[in-house]
């Protein structure tokens, strides 16, 4: 069983569109992330969510809003997409901040 | 703030050699957690190992091994006996109480040819 899933593994889309990414994790931890990792693979987070609350916004954008409709779920929508949106996104989850975090696959974000 | 600075941007060694990754963190937290993540060419992100700042024991699993030095603020990361299946870029993180958030390195790439 998938630990942490995300879905779609790619997203191909043009500029000003709007998309969602879906993430799923069923081993039952309060905390979850959503990370960005550029071309150059820097990690940097975005949002962590705990127990469907918001924790952490790293200054990003307004056009990116995560979702948590329960404990299990982060979805992450974007508003009026930008070439420099291209990235692959990362979710992952933990039990508390200061544990391990497990991340899903990973969604490949391609703006034309 | 907290800071991860992996100065090895990409390392080649040959099989079988021994490789350490340096990592080397900045934080005033006494309390604060340290952690090292491979990320093969495939893409996932793969936890190998953390440690708190109060257990500065050095560790072992297989041929991976871990040296906890809070003197040097150093979180250094050895393979022994490189393996093909080891080429992957490797990234050291560190979180602290205050901050509740995982800060990156930039990792490190390493490539292991026969």
């Known amino acids: 069983d998938t630990a942490v899933s995300q879905t779609p593994k790619y997203l191909v889309t043009q500029m000003g569109n709007d998309k969602s990414i879906k993430c799923e994790q069923n081993?039952?931890?309060?905390?979850m992330y959503w990370y960005k990792q550029d071309s150059k693979k820097f990690l940097k987070i975005m949002f962590s969510?705990?127990?469907?609350?918001?924790?952490i916004n790293e200054t990003v954008p307004n056009r990116f809003s995560p979702k948590s409709p329960d404990k299990a779920h982060l979805n992450l929508h974007i508003n009026s997409l930008e070439l420099g949106d291209s990235a692959v996104y990362f979710c992952a989850s933990s039990q508390e901040h200061y544990n391990e975090q497990f991340f899903g696959p990973g969604t490949r974000l391609t703006v034309l | 703030a907290q800071k991860v600075t992996q100065a090895q941007t990409e390392i080649s060694v040959v099989e079988k050699e021994d490789v350490t990754l340096d990592c080397v963190y900045e934080?005033?937290?006494?309390?604060?957690?340290l952690f090292w993540y491979k990320q093969p060419p495939s893409g996932e992100l793969v936890f190998l190992i953390r440690r708190n700042s109060f257990d500065e024991q050095n560790e072992i699993s297989g041929r991976y091994s871990w040296n906890f030095q809070k003197s040097t603020s150093s979180f250094n990361f050895t393979i022994t006996a490189s393996q093909v299946v080891d080429s992957a870029v490797y990234f050291c993180?560190?979180?602290?109480?205050?901050?509740?958030?995982?800060?990156f390195g930039t990792g490190t790439r390493l490539q292991v040819t026969l």
């Open positions: 081993l039952g931890h309060d905390t």
């Open positions: 969510y705990n127990n469907k609350e918001l924790i």
């Open positions: 993180a560190l979180n602290t109480g205050t901050a509740s958030k995982l800060t």
């Open positions: 934080t005033r937290d006494t309390t604060y957690y």
